[in-house]
């Protein structure tokens, strides 16, 4: 076990705390630290955003890397709770398989992708991570080691999915994956010129695995929430081009670039948005581009560029991700898109998706049926008189914050996740009961 003293923060750069980050390679070092007085925080890979992973202790699962079984027969893995989603992906796509769900990034741990419960673009169709997941190993506050499952143990398996590591350190998970026939995506790209007509091409959608919009949110009038949908399908091996035959099962072309430094404040602003939202839409021509590519840029457009965050500038940012229920998402949209086009903090990382039923079971889990929508806010004092508009527009419409991202927003919007605990906890968790103390 090492120990390290350092500044610690998650990928939005903000906000930043002094900790003791503690890197376990074993059960017994885990147990060890949880006889120590200080609550503590099992920490993946930092990928989630605002104070979701932070703690003044925290146990780095980077370390706990190895995978346990591969069965292919099955379509199962079992692996460490560190274990990457990028590491995965290049054991099982050569083998024919994929991850059933995958958030916008490959860089998650096994462990957070459990403890956010993360969602992707075919959860109108096939729900979240925990839907896959068959079995996990956690160690609970007492040191002692539980096999959880729907029938072993479920209320803390059920407690753990979606719990934000407020229930234990996740050790192992066992979970199901998605056959493939190559590592392609037939992929439909169609622009729509304003909000009600992107929630028709949703609605006119459904029946396609993987649905996702851009959207400009700084647009007003009548073009409000113009937007490209992308909809997508595994391609067959039929539907590859003769060069994309010769390596079917491509795990990654590993093409890199990287941002090498923070940059400067007044890079970011509201003329480089609306910029950058101009040549956006406007590079596809045509109205519907069809075409078949690897699923990387599909899933994952940013993880080409290394260190994206930097972007920022030093003052880091948030992302603002919220769900409004089915019946309410146009009203709600367009007063969301209002309340940012007025405030002219842009976001050209505006992402808009579909969610389908909610796991009643999965109390602590996210997504419910209606819409989605994440933004990303570069922090700054104008920030912190959005915030509260936008938490009242949701509020308004019974919608609900993403706690995997939240930073700022209105406990009342966060809350729905909920773990008996006094042992593991967050600089999140503990806001947010101060909030709702007062």
Not at 157 to 164: R, S, Y
Not at 282 to 304: A, G, I, R
Request: aromatic share 12%; proline share 4%.
């Amino acid at each position: 076990m090492t120990e390290e003293k350092k500044k610690l923060s998650n990928w939005g750069n903000f906000p930043s705390i002094q900790a003791r980050e503690f890197s376990v390679f074993g059960n017994e070092q885990i147990k060890k630290l949880l006889q120590n007085p200080h609550q503590i925080l099992a920490r993946g890979n930092g990928r989630c955003y605002g104070d979701a992973a932070l703690n003044e202790h925290v146990i780095s699962t980077l370390q706990l890397k190895h995978f346990l079984a591969f069965d292919e027969s099955e379509g199962t893995i079992t692996c460490e709770s560190g274990v990457l989603f990028s590491d995965i992906l290049n054991l099982v796509v050569p083998k024919g398989f994929f991850l059933p769900v995958t958030p916008g990034t490959k860089f998650i741990t096994v462990g957070g992708a459990i403890a956010a419960d993360i969602h992707g673009k075919n959860h109108h169709k096939e729900g979240c991570f925990s839907e896959f997941v068959t079995t996990f190993k956690i160690m609970i506050d007492s040191g002692e080691i539980l096999t959880c499952s729907r029938s072993e143990n479920p209320g803390i398996f059920w407690d753990t999915i979606g719990g934000m590591g407020l229930t234990g350190v996740i050790l192992e998970a066992t979970f199901k994956l998605k056959p493939i026939e190559n590592s392609y995506i037939c992929v439909e790209s169609i622009k729509a010129k304003n909000l009600s007509e992107i929630m028709a091409l949703f609605e006119a959608s459904k029946d396609w695995t993987y649905t996702v919009a851009w959207i400009d949110c700084l647009q007003k009038g009548d073009k409000m929430g113009r937007s490209i949908l992308m909809r997508g399908e595994h391609a067959t091996s039929e539907q590859l081009s003769e060069k994309q035959a010769k390596n079917p099962l491509l795990p990654s072309p590993k093409k890199f670039v990287k941002i090498p430094f923070n940059f400067p404040g007044f890079a970011l602003n509201t003329w480089s948005v609306k910029l950058f939202n101009w040549f956006y839409y406007h590079k596809q021509v045509s109205k519907v581009v069809k075409s078949t590519v690897h699923f990387e840029p599909f899933y994952y457009p940013l993880d080409t560029v290394l260190e994206w965050n930097r972007i920022y500038g030093a003052s880091g940012f948030i992302q603002y991700q919220f769900v409004i229920p089915l019946e309410a998402g146009e009203n709600a949209m367009r007063e969301i898109l209002e309340e940012i086009a007025e405030s002219k903090q842009g976001s050209f990382l505006a992402v808009l998706k579909l969610f389908g039923a909610a796991n009643e079971k999965a109390h602590n889990s996210f997504p419910i049926e209606g819409y989605t929508l994440a933004l990303d806010f570069k922090v700054n004092k104008r920030l912190y008189n959005l915030v509260p508009k936008l938490d009242a527009i949701v509020k308004k419409y019974s919608g609900r914050i993403y706690r995997a991202k939240d930073s700022l927003s209105d406990s009342s919007l966060t809350n729905y996740v909920q773990a008996n605990t006094t042992k593991f906890n967050s600089i999140q968790n503990q806001r947010i009961k101060e909030q709702e103390t007062v």
